[in-house]
Structures are given as C-alpha cells and as structure tokens.
C-alpha cells in the first residue's frame, strides 16, 4: 500500500498526458504514456501473467461492442481501458480499435461476477457529478460522458455488494495539485463502506 501511494503521489500530468494535434478529430492525448508508465510500475507483461486475475474492460469504437482483454500486454490494456473518446487517441489492439471501457460498461460488476466473484467491491467516482467541477476540456468531456450514462451507472453499480464513493466532484480531472486530499478522500469513503463489507462477509 505504501508503494502504490508513494507512486500516486508521484504522479504529475506530464507523466501521463502526451499531447498531440496530429489527428485533432480522434483526440489530442496520444496515451503512449501511460503505456510507457505501466511497463515501468508493473513487472509483468502479459495480462495472464498477473498473480491476480484481471480483465480489463475496453470498448469497440468501431462496432459498438464491449471488449473483454484477459490475454496479451497489460500496458496496452490499461491504455486502450483508459483512452476516453475525443480526449485520447484510439488505441489498436489485438485487431481492434478501442477506446475507454465505460462509454458501455462504467460499472463492469457482471465481469467480475463471471470471473467468480462472490463479493464485488465497486468504486463509484462520480458520486455527486451532477453538478461537478468544469475547468477545462477534459472535465467538459468527462462530464458530459457520465451525465449521457449515469442512469446506466447507478443501475449497475446497484448490483454490486459493496460501493466505495469518495466525494470528488469538486476537483477537476487533471488537477494533480490535490493529491493529498483525493487520498484522505479515499480513505474516508473506503471506512465508511466497511460495515457494509462486514455484513456481507458475515463478520461482527
């Protein structure tokens, strides 16, 4: 936990945001940062290579089809999972060309319930986005991305066991000057989902 936190904090828009204007009708952030982050933080390369079992949920902009990535490079994965449309460029993989796994599936509990699951933890950060921090293109797209989905969300995030929701909405998307809150954020959300945990776990 220590090692995830000292990276969080680490973590400046210039480490993961690489603009471009080379295909300003796909996107302007080109993602090969992020890529280039994951192979440095994460020792393994193949996603059927990781100690723990993953999915990792993209998109088909092509064909409009939910992308279910369990083999091949993790970093490509989160790459394509995190590449929202008109903020980041189109990612191809495996044949595809994909974009962010939430313009289908935000809240992917049933993935989880089919990799064997029997309590799904989800975490809800757009709790309260209703009326959230506009400050720049990004929050803009964002923004208009969860209002367009949010009743597909909250239906969703229902069939999980247990939902986490740090209060974030007043901080933009790209402000990393607030790390030390999101984190406090975090952990105060996390606490307060515990009961809940307990409960379905059968413990006191």
Not at 31 to 52: C, M, P, T
Not at 124 to 152: C, P, T, W
Request: hydrophobic share 45%.
């Amino acid at each position: 936990s220590f090692e995830l936190e000292w990276t969080a904090f680490s973590l400046e828009e210039k480490d993961l945001f690489d603009y471009t204007f080379i295909s300003p009708t796909q996107g302007f952030v080109r993602g090969e940062r992020i890529e280039e982050f994951v192979l440095k933080k994460v020792s393994a390369r193949e996603l059927q290579q990781l100690k723990i079992p993953l999915t990792v949920v993209a998109t088909d902009i092509q064909n409009g089809e939910p992308v279910l990535l369990q083999t091949g490079s993790v970093a490509r994965a989160v790459r394509a999972s995190s590449a929202i449309p008109g903020i980041f460029i189109p990612v191809r993989n495996q044949g595809k060309l994909l974009v962010d796994g939430g313009v289908l599936n935000n809240v992917p509990v049933d993935v989880a319930r089919k990799m064997g699951a029997d309590i799904v933890i989800a975490v809800n950060l757009g709790g309260g986005r209703k009326a959230a921090q506009v400050n720049n293109v990004f929050d803009a797209i964002v923004q208009s991305l969860h209002l367009m989905y949010i009743e597909g969300t909250e239906a969703r995030l229902r069939e999980a066991d247990v939902v986490i929701e740090p209060q974030v909405s007043h901080i933009g998307l790209i402000d990393f000057s607030r790390k030390k809150e999101l984190l406090a954020l975090g952990i105060q959300a996390a606490e307060q989902a515990l009961p809940r945990l307990r409960e379905k776990l059968g413990m006191p």
